[in-house]
């Protein structure tokens, strides 16, 4: 071996320094007391690239493009390669870390650090990291297992420990090194090393020898001791191949050694006798870098490890012979792949040692040897060679570039580890000091620490609460908190069960604070707090609902392992894995639950939409309750209720960071104002609790395209409004309270985007693009659209924007009808109930209670009903409906009735109809004037307590006049005056006289005699104009008679109504129409509306007469149009 030793060139300042290679060999990474990364093109570089990443940085370690250090911040720090350009924070320590490594495949980073803790951080997740406990001293070195099952570490302890990773528990210690209070008085700082790709021995520096020894006996197999070594051994590295091992001491003497027969190969001496604290061997194993406490830097050349590799290789014909007891198809694949080595860096090299069969069985894959075995190798019994091959290849499958025999290879997405449950406002739970929840209520913090181990918890608004200091006896690590509580939750321990801890400061109870523990084995994961509930997701996947006093309500199974959960109001949101993400993909679930007094499941499991290659950061509620997600790209998104409960991205927030590494917290979200409040990161993820970071706020932008351009701004100004001003639909159908005011504001300003939008696109000649935007405009706003577009000349547009007013304005008219319909239903609904379990006998409902109006008969009035929503199609008001033949009968028996006030107890021998406007009147109701036949008359009865009972103020008639004054005269008042038509007002203003009157009253007189000897339909249409369903009936009478001829005039109408309504609207509106044309051409509607002025004057004459000295009480024009028994003096 013959070794070229380069001049040694100065690097950093006094100090210990660090070393390493990058993948493909071109450049060598250095760092050093000076707090820079110095990145080399090669050891003649006259201006490396350099880096600050603090005062001092300890350690660093390059895989692919990522580079960590250790700096003297207590943090291990992240930065891309080569640029340099910093990419976050991977973790803290209390103290600074001495050491760095990455494990093979560059998926995790562990540190050892001052602090006693050693940390195994996930690259692509900081968020899920494992902590090392057991050290007694700060950490020296620490060393991944090739195969990522153990991790090695030293100590200031005296200690070397191998911890198992997954179990995060100790294998194996052993006391080797000599104790001391810090690394800077350790007589060594120990850097381990495990053999590469097998992973059988691990490499211990003692004293003045490496101690070698053996995987998973742990015992130890050889000692690599010189004695030219004098000082103590300070750092050791294996070559790449496995073979050779590298060693630096503390006089700055270096060696290699050939581990197989422990036989030191190279001696050279530090020109300087500085100490050597750091080794890197290069990717081809031809070179040795390495540095010393002083800041410099040296490089051996001409090593023969890879010339070792390269001399080894058979020729192609022994590989063939060879192979050929194999599996042929391959062999070529074989040593591509080793020959495109160089190519593709990321392939784990497989030359391995065939002669360490001596120290200990070959790990190496059967399918490699064929490259490597030279001719003595080849002249070994195949047979006796080929099952000790093909046992190990099944052992070391995962770690060879080509798969065994017989298994078919995979080169599809690999499955993504699955994300570990969070609470959202939360900071790591490793941290010290850390965030349990930062929401829009207020703020939790945690310290655990040696001074103290507590919680503080502080309100945004003090009002809400004044801020507490808890101790944290029960070490609890989740937290949340409302306007009435503060939920706290701990993991279980051996001795104690995982707990949920609730302070319920808002109670009128003088106890504010309850308690549960879980059921053994199950542990909370996530806990949240809506209004009057809490809720606490477990490993067990189940989520627990609470209310805010302690009853434990709900619990239901989640379909995977929860991530994270959130709660507003009566809204439960809850994020769980569906399945197994791949390609670095998360599939994640979602469920939005209803808690009030109806539950309801508002999404079911739906896919969580997250960005490529990312994970959720982010889950919950904005300030007005929409349901909103961040995920660890940055993309902000909100559930778009009104779009079948998609999800709509409406903001990036990485657009605002300066930086690569730079990161915004978010803490909580406004919809009015539109606010992203969140808490800027400069170069880590998370914020430091102390001191207290400044709150920012990022406004939203829907991704529209070409926003730069004035039409983009627009569609995106209008885009976001109507999305973020949604919510108030949503509360106004949860039944809250909505301030009407934004609400009319947000109309506006929408309706004002569109009106420019029509602007800029007549402006651009696009008409087509007019109409669409004309269709999302109300019908008022299509007016001025119309204006607009007469002005500029366009009317062809015009007038399609007319034809669009027309559609407009029949919509709303219908919806109008459709409402109308609705609400005259609820009231015949609210009616049914009211008088259900009643009998509608003559003896119960057919006797006079002393009104002018009274109840109909069951048929006429579900013929009413019919005869209502005629009326709501018209647009009409309601009109009092009078029996003209009860009203002439019983002129002389009311108007005795009234002057005697009650004293009678005369019954009418007819029922008068009530106005169907007015409703059903109260069956329970007695009239405070009239006394019952088993009465004495002086005796009162009182008046029941259900008299007063209304359905809707709207609906509800004038009473007749019931009081005490017996003086007053009956005077009937319409409810709502029906709208005027130009017909009727030429009728009513047609002026007849007294002599008319009667005579046209006699007339009738003989015409309803005649009539009532045989009974007729048109009985019960006298009493007012005829509707729609009475013209439909007359023309269908005959067909509903010969379908059913044992039907009486009941059962008829009751039949028609049925069947009226079968009709579609248009056919029922066109028959109303009919009904009006009708009207206007009907003589006989102006002889009754003369008869029933007569008669209304008759009566108030003859009450004037008899009752002289009181007042006639006033009525308007308007109401007379409405009420055919009034007139107008």
């Known amino acids: 071996m013959t070794v070229d030793k380069k001049p040694i060139r100065f690097g950093h300042t006094e100090g210990h320094t660090d070393i390493c290679f990058d993948d493909t060999g071109n450049y060598i990474v250095t760092c050093g007391s000076d707090g820079d990364v110095r990145v080399w093109e090669g050891l003649d570089d006259d201006d490396p690239k350099s880096i600050s990443v603090g005062e001092k940085a300890y350690s660093a370690a390059l895989k692919g493009s990522k580079l960590v250090t250790a700096a003297s911040n207590n943090t291990i720090q992240v930065h891309t390669f080569p640029e340099g350009a910093p990419d976050g924070i991977l973790t803290r320590f209390t103290t600074n870390a001495n050491h760095v490594v990455f494990n093979d495949s560059g998926t995790h980073v562990a540190a050892g650090s001052s602090d006693f803790m050693i940390k195994i951080v996930d690259v692509s997740d900081s968020s899920q990291q494992k902590t090392l406990r057991g050290h007694d001293a700060p950490v020296l070195s620490i060393a991944f297992?090739?195969?990522?099952?153990?991790?090695?570490?030293?100590?200031?302890?005296?200690?070397?420990?191998?911890?198992?990773?997954?179990?995060?528990?100790?294998?194996?210690?052993?006391?080797?090194?000599?104790?001391?209070?810090?690394?800077?008085?350790?007589?060594?700082?120990?850097?381990?090393?495990?053999?590469?790709?097998?992973?059988?021995?691990?490499?211990?520096?003692?004293?003045?020898?490496?101690?070698?020894?053996?995987?998973?006996?742990?015992?130890?197999?050889?000692?690599?001791?010189?004695?030219?070594?004098?000082?103590?051994?300070?750092?050791?590295?294996?070559?790449?191949?496995?073979?050779?091992?590298?060693?630096?001491?503390?006089?700055?003497?270096?060696?290699?050694?050939?581990?197989?027969?422990?036989?030191?190969?190279?001696?050279?001496?530090?020109?300087?006798?500085?100490?050597?604290?750091?080794?890197?061997?290069?990717?081809?194993?031809?070179?040795?870098?390495?540095?010393?406490?002083?800041?410099?830097?040296?490089?051996?050349?001409?090593?023969?490890?890879?010339?070792?590799?390269?001399?080894?290789?058979?020729?192609?014909?022994?590989?063939?012979?060879?192979?050929?007891?194999?599996?042929?198809?391959?062999?070529?694949?074989?040593?591509?792949?080793?020959?495109?080595?160089?190519?593709?860096?990321?392939?784990?090299?497989?030359?391995?040692?065939?002669?360490?069969?001596?120290?200990?069985?070959?790990?190496?894959?059967?399918?490699?040897?064929?490259?490597?075995?030279?001719?003595?190798?080849?002249?070994?019994?195949?047979?006796?060679?080929?099952?000790?091959?093909?046992?190990?290849?099944?052992?070391?499958?995962?770690?060879?570039?080509?798969?065994?025999?017989?298994?078919?290879?995979?080169?599809?997405?690999?499955?993504?580890?699955?994300?570990?449950?969070?609470?959202?406002?939360?900071?790591?739970?490793?941290?010290?000091?850390?965030?349990?929840?930062?929401?829009?209520?207020?703020?939790?913090?945690?310290?655990?620490?040696?001074?103290?181990?507590?919680?503080?918890?502080?309100?945004?608004?003090?009002?809400?609460?004044?801020?507490?200091?808890?101790?944290?006896?029960?070490?609890?690590?989740?937290?949340?908190?409302?306007?009435?509580?503060?939920?706290?939750?701990?993991?279980?321990?051996?001795?104690?069960?995982?707990?949920?801890?609730?302070?319920?400061?808002?109670?009128?109870?003088?106890?504010?604070?309850?308690?549960?523990?879980?059921?053994?084995?199950?542990?909370?994961?996530?806990?949240?707090?809506?209004?009057?509930?809490?809720?606490?997701?477990?490993?067990?996947?189940?989520?627990?609902?609470?209310?805010?006093?302690?009853?434990?309500?709900?619990?239901?199974?989640?379909?995977?392992?929860?991530?994270?959960m959130a709660g507003h109001g009566e809204q439960l949101l809850v994020a769980f894995h569906r399945g197994t993400g791949f390609d670095g993909d998360q599939s994640l679930g979602v469920l939005l639950l209803q808690l009030g007094k109806k539950k309801r499941q508002i999404l079911n499991g739906e896919p969580l939409p997250l960005s490529r290659k990312s994970y959720l950061a982010w889950l919950g509620f904005s300030a007005e309750g929409t349901p909103f997600t961040v995920d660890s790209e940055g993309i902000v998104r909100m559930l778009n209720r009104s779009l079948g409960n998609t999800w709509t991205p409406v903001c990036n927030t990485n657009e605002h960071c300066k930086g690569k590494s730079d990161h915004y917290w978010v803490v909580g979200i406004h919809e009015n104002p539109q606010q992203l409040r969140c808490i800027p990161c400069k170069g880590s993820r998370y914020p430091p609790t102390l001191p207290r970071p400044a709150v920012a706020i990022l406004p939203f932008n829907l991704p529209y395209c070409q926003v730069t351009t004035e039409k983009g701004q627009m569609e995106e100004l209008f885009g976001r409004s109507v999305l973020f001003h949604k919510h108030l639909d949503f509360l106004e159908a949860s039944g809250y309270e909505i301030d009407e005011t934004a609400k009319n504001q947000a109309q506006k300003e929408q309706q004002e985007l569109l009106m420019k939008m029509f602007a800029l696109s007549c402006k651009l000649e696009r008409d087509f693009r007019c109409v669409e935007l004309a269709e999302l405009m109300p019908h008022n706003v299509v007016t001025l659209a119309i204006r607009y577009a007469s002005r500029t000349k366009r009317m062809s547009l015009a007038q399609r924007l007319s034809e669009l007013a027309l559609e407009k304005a029949a919509e709303l008219a219908s919806s109008c009808v459709e409402e109308e319909e609705e609400v005259e239903e609820e009231q015949e609904d609210f009616r049914t109930q009211l008088n259900a379990g009643y009998s509608r006998t003559a003896t119960e409902w057919s006797r006079h209670q002393n009104r002018i109006q009274q109840q109909p008969s069951r048929e006429k009035e579900q013929a009413n009903v019919v005869e209502e929503e005629e009326e709501e199609e018209e647009g009409g008001g309601g009109e009092v409906e009078v029996d003209d033949e009860a009203c002439m009968e019983n002129k002389k028996s009311l108007h005795k009735l009234f002057n005697k006030a009650g004293n009678s107890t005369e019954q009418s021998p007819k029922i008068s109809l009530m106005s169907s406007r007015e409703g059903r009147v109260n069956p329970f109701k007695v009239s405070a004037t009239v006394k019952p036949s088993g009465l004495s008359t002086g005796q009162t009865r009182s008046t029941n307590i259900l008299d007063n009972m209304v359905k809707s103020a709207k609906k509800m008639a004038a009473p007749v006049s019931q009081t005490s004054d017996k003086q007053k005269s009956p005077v009937l008042k319409p409810l709502m005056p029906k709208p005027r038509s130009k017909t009727q007002a030429t009728l009513f203003k047609v002026s007849t006289n007294k002599n008319a009157n009667k005579s046209i009253d006699d007339k009738e007189k003989e015409v309803l005699k005649m009539e009532t000897a045989v009974p007729s339909p048109e009985d019960t249409e006298n009493r007012k104009p005829r509707t729609g369903f009475q013209l439909w009936l007359e023309e269908n009478r005959n067909s509903i008679v010969m379908d059913h001829t044992d039907m009486d005039e009941a059962d008829i109408i009751k039949e028609g109504m049925s069947r009226f309504r079968l009709l579609s609207t248009e056919d029922r509106m066109s028959w109303t129409e009919k009904a009006k044309r009708g009207r206007a051409e009907d003589p006989t509607e102006l002889k009754k509306r003369k008869r029933t002025e007569g008669e209304e004057k008759d009566q108030v004459n003859g009450s004037q007469a008899d009752e002289a000295p009181k007042k006639k009480k006033i009525v308007d024009a308007s109401a007379k149009l409405s009420a055919f028994a009034f007139n107008k003096d």
């Open 145 to 564: 297992d090739p195969k990522d099952v153990y991790l090695a570490s030293s100590s200031c302890d005296g200690s070397v420990v191998v911890w198992n990773i997954s179990d995060q528990v100790r294998v194996t210690t052993w006391k080797l090194l000599q104790k001391s209070s810090d690394v800077s008085n350790a007589k060594s700082i120990c850097r381990l090393s495990w053999q590469p790709c097998s992973g059988k021995l691990l490499a211990v520096p003692v004293d003045q020898a490496v101690h070698l020894y053996e995987r998973d006996s742990w015992k130890e197999i050889g000692k690599l001791t010189d004695d030219f070594i004098k000082q103590a051994v300070n750092v050791v590295c294996w070559s790449p191949c496995g073979k050779f091992l590298a060693v630096g001491c503390v006089g700055g003497l270096l060696t290699v050694w050939n581990v197989e027969n422990q036989e030191c190969l190279e001696r050279e001496k530090h020109e300087k006798g500085y100490t050597v604290c750091g080794l890197a061997w290069h990717p081809k194993g031809d070179q040795l870098g390495y540095t010393d406490t002083e800041g410099c830097l040296g490089l051996l050349e001409g090593l023969s490890a890879g010339s070792v590799t390269s001399s080894k290789l058979p020729s192609s014909r022994e590989v063939k012979d060879y192979d050929d007891l194999f599996d042929d198809d391959d062999d070529d694949g074989v040593l591509e792949d080793h020959l495109s080595e160089k190519q593709s860096p990321s392939k784990r090299p497989f030359i391995e040692d065939d002669d360490d069969d001596d120290l200990m069985p070959s790990l190496g894959r059967s399918r490699h040897r064929g490259a490597i075995l030279d001719d003595e190798e080849n002249s070994l019994d195949v047979a006796s060679v080929k099952p000790e091959m093909e046992k190990e290849a099944g052992e070391n499958y995962k770690h060879g570039p080509v798969e065994p025999p017989g298994r078919l290879s995979y080169d599809g997405p690999l499955p993504t580890p699955r994300q570990k449950p969070f609470q959202s406002g939360s900071t790591p739970a490793h941290l010290m000091h850390r965030f349990l929840v930062w929401n829009s209520v207020g703020i939790v913090r945690g310290y655990n620490d040696e001074q103290d181990n507590a919680i503080d918890i502080e309100f945004h608004d003090t009002s809400v609460h004044h801020s507490m200091h808890l101790t944290n006896n029960l070490s609890h690590t989740l937290a949340d908190m409302s306007q009435e509580a503060v939920l706290l939750a701990c993991e279980s321990t051996d001795e104690l069960a995982s707990k949920l801890h609730c302070l319920h400061f808002s109670s009128w109870d003088t106890n504010k604070e309850w308690m549960v523990d879980l059921p053994k084995g199950e542990d909370v994961q996530v806990v949240c707090l809506g209004q009057g509930w809490a809720a606490a997701a477990t490993n067990a996947m189940l989520v627990r609902v609470f209310s805010i006093g302690g009853v434990q309500k709900e619990i239901f199974s989640l379909p995977g392992s929860v991530v994270c």
